[in-house]
């Protein structure tokens, strides 16, 4: 995707995007987003807001982006974050080695194979270094941790991380979330924010770089009990694309409504299916093509280890099918390990409908016996026969039968305790609840790529008396600009009429440019190819029906994918522009 793709153009040149510090050369994966891609950005990020915390009646936070090493010990990333890095022995250059596999051969999940494959594939079909040209068969590859590494305060002592991700500030804080929350399950919790990845070779724009935002939602349920309403997204019809479909030689897409892939099993988790139905609409209201769209189910392969499913939406974009976002069914993974981690509770109670009579296995061991027996390991001993008996009672048991013991192991070290000196018995408890770790549905997608992909898709040219007109058909919710305002010339108090109905447009909350620079041919155009959906011209015919005193009168009101125009009241002009906005009505009622 390079500098003469037209949406790389069109961003730089209109302020959508830019590579960051091009003063100073620039450095590879960090963008600028400029006026027009901010407020796209923001409108994005709202309406997904809206969608899926406001809606859903779900929790938001922002949390830090720099967070101590346990955190990221604890949630794996220090130990399988990583990708495959491949050297250029003659310039040096790095570059990920799936990729180069899978971009000059036609394997297209390379990402999800070993090493020792990659490197054989690399040999096989002597690939080379894209920079230099260089051959790299032979070349090692080694794993690549992605993160970026900081101190937390003067010195090395508190190391920590930029976030690879937004989920474990959300993870980390259950317990208190949970209390928020009342402790009822399913509860979700929401986060829109930035995430660092360092990336060994950035690449197509903003499709992959070392810096971007994500939108996460993490709702936590009770797997025995909760399910979602999957009534209102039931008749959703969407292109899904199964995991066996793509391992046959004549796969093909599934079109189907969410109703039908939870009936027929496609989709195994309904909960992500529901998932999928509200992602398809959302997607489809900020302006992403539905022939250019699919649902896409992990391989095998691909599927991270505490994932039990996962779902990929897909968005084809200059040739090539890109991930959007993913849903994934995360189980009790997240919590376990930071509870086992951090030795916090990472449970909710759930009370039961009626108080249950349980027997529940005890231990009180002999101390007088334990501490001249074992010495400094003794309060070791006594808490693995805690835990012994919680996981086996039956050795217990055994143990009582036979007159002898009971065997537990710390840090590879055996110790037999007799088993009359370990207060073991059964008690009969009666209990209201009980402790549960909730599992967790996560949808997750990236705002940068969604944003490249509403770009792309909304681009398209046409022919306005003999010249060539660029258009971003974007959606009025999501356009940077509702509205431009022009005075048909800058003279004869045009340009006053004009700046006054500015004003009284941007008093009712809508997003206003003015432009009186130009042939007004012209200001229509690059209003066009910023997406802005309506503009406003004040004419003479607008002056002729009022008086100088008041904004009577009518303006030329132009919907940019049409380029249709219509007379309206300036009195009306706001609360019609904001229905337009919301789609409430369209531009062909007025």
């Given at each position: 995707m390079s500098e003469g793709n037209p949406i790389v153009e069109l961003a730089k040149r209109r302020g959508f995007f830019l590579q960051s510090a091009d003063a100073y050369g620039g450095v590879s994966g960090f963008y600028t987003f400029g006026p027009e891609g901010a407020a796209l950005k923001q409108n994005i990020e709202d309406t997904w807001r809206e969608r899926f915390t406001i809606q859903e009646g779900n929790m938001e936070v922002d949390a830090p982006t720099v967070m101590p090493e346990p955190v990221f010990e604890a949630s794996g990333h220090l130990e399988g974050f990583d990708d495959m890095l491949i050297e250029c022995p003659e310039c040096g250059d790095s570059h990920r080695a799936d990729h180069i596999v899978e971009d000059n051969t036609d394997i297209e999940d390379a990402e999800s194979m070993a090493i020792e494959r990659v490197e054989e594939i690399v040999a096989e079909y002597e690939?080379?270094?894209?920079?230099?040209?260089?051959?790299?068969?032979?070349?090692?590859?080694?794993?690549?941790?992605?993160?970026?590494?900081?101190?937390?305060?003067?010195?090395?002592?508190?190391?920590?991380?930029?976030?690879?991700?937004?989920?474990?500030?959300?993870?980390?804080?259950?317990?208190?979330?949970?209390?928020?929350?009342?402790?009822?399950?399913?509860?979700?919790?929401?986060?829109?924010?930035?995430?660092?990845?360092?990336?060994?070779?950035?690449?197509?724009?903003?499709?992959?770089?070392?810096?971007?935002?994500?939108?996460?939602?993490?709702?936590?349920?009770?797997?025995?009990?909760?399910?979602?309403?999957?009534?209102?997204?039931?008749?959703?019809?969407?292109?899904?694309?199964?995991?066996?479909?793509?391992?046959?030689?004549?796969?093909?897409?599934?079109?189907?409504?969410?109703?039908?892939?939870?009936?027929?099993?496609?989709?195994?988790?309904?909960?992500?299916?529901?998932?999928?139905?509200?992602?398809?609409?959302?997607?489809?209201?900020?302006?992403?093509?539905?022939?250019?769209?699919?649902?896409?189910?992990?391989?095998?392969?691909?599927?991270?280890?505490y994932a039990a499913d996962c779902w990929d939406a897909e968005a084809e974009v200059d040739g090539d099918w890109i991930e959007l976002a993913g849903f994934a069914y995360r189980g009790d993974y997240d919590l376990s390990k930071h509870a086992a981690h951090s030795e916090e509770e990472f449970t909710v109670f759930k009370q039961y409908d009626e108080p249950v009579t349980v027997e529940r296995p005890t231990v009180d061991p002999d101390m007088s016996y334990l501490g001249p027996e074992f010495g400094g390991d003794a309060a070791a001993v006594a808490d693995a026969l805690e835990t012994l008996a919680e996981r086996d009672p039956d050795a217990f048991r055994d143990a009582q039968a036979d007159g002898g013991a009971v065997t537990v192991e710390i840090d590879g070290q055996a110790y037999a305790v007799p088993v009359e000196k370990t207060g073991f018995e059964i008690e009969e408890v009666t209990e209201s609840g009980e402790h549960i770790t909730p599992h967790v549905v996560e949808p997750s997608l990236g705002i940068d790529r969604a944003l490249y992909t509403v770009l792309d898709h909304s681009y398209r040219e046409d022919e306005i008396d003999g010249e060539i007109r660029r258009v971003l058909e974007l959606p009025p919710e999501v356009a940077p600009t509702t509205v431009g305002v022009f005075p048909l010339m800058d003279r004869d108090g045009l340009a006053d009429r004009a700046r006054e109905v500015v004003d009284r447009l941007r008093d009712a909350g809508l997003?206003?440019?003015?432009?009186?620079?130009?042939?007004?041919?012209?200001?229509?155009?690059?209003?066009?190819?910023?997406?802005?959906?309506?503009?406003?011209?004040?004419?003479?015919?607008?002056?002729?029906?009022?008086?100088?005193?008041?904004?009577?009168?009518?303006?030329?009101?132009?919907?940019?994918?049409?380029?249709?125009?219509?007379?309206?009241?300036?009195?009306?002009?706001?609360?019609?522009?904001?229905?337009?906005?919301?789609?409430?009505?369209?531009?062909?009622?007025?």
């Open positions: 690939l080379t270094c894209p920079t230099c040209g260089a051959g790299l068969a032979g070349q090692a590859i080694q794993q690549f941790n992605l993160m970026f590494e900081t101190n937390i305060g003067p010195g090395s002592s508190s190391p920590g991380y930029l976030r690879p991700e937004t989920a474990q500030g959300i993870f980390v804080e259950f317990p208190q979330l949970a209390e928020y929350a009342r402790n009822q399950l399913p509860f979700g919790v929401t986060q829109i924010g930035r995430a660092y990845r360092n990336e060994i070779s950035p690449r197509k724009s903003l499709l992959r770089v070392r810096e971007f935002t994500q939108a996460e939602l993490e709702l936590f349920i009770d797997p025995e009990e909760d399910e979602p309403d999957l009534e209102r997204v039931a008749d959703v019809t969407a292109p899904f694309y199964p995991a066996d479909e793509q391992q046959s030689d004549d796969g093909e897409i599934v079109e189907a409504t969410v109703g039908e892939v939870v009936e027929e099993g496609i989709v195994a988790d309904p909960w992500i299916a529901y998932y999928l139905g509200i992602a398809k609409r959302w997607y489809e209201s900020i302006g992403v093509d539905m022939d250019r769209f699919r649902f896409r189910q992990h391989l095998p392969g691909e599927l991270a280890h997003a206003v440019t003015y432009d009186d620079s130009g042939a007004i041919g012209r200001r229509y155009r690059r209003q066009d190819e910023v997406g802005t959906p309506f503009c406003v011209t004040v004419d003479y015919e607008t002056l002729g029906e009022g008086d100088d005193s008041d904004l009577e009168g009518t303006v030329t009101l132009r919907e940019r994918d049409t380029t249709e125009q219509k007379r309206v009241p300036i009195s009306d002009l706001a609360e019609t522009l904001t229905e337009l906005r919301d789609g409430d009505i369209e531009f062909t009622d007025l």
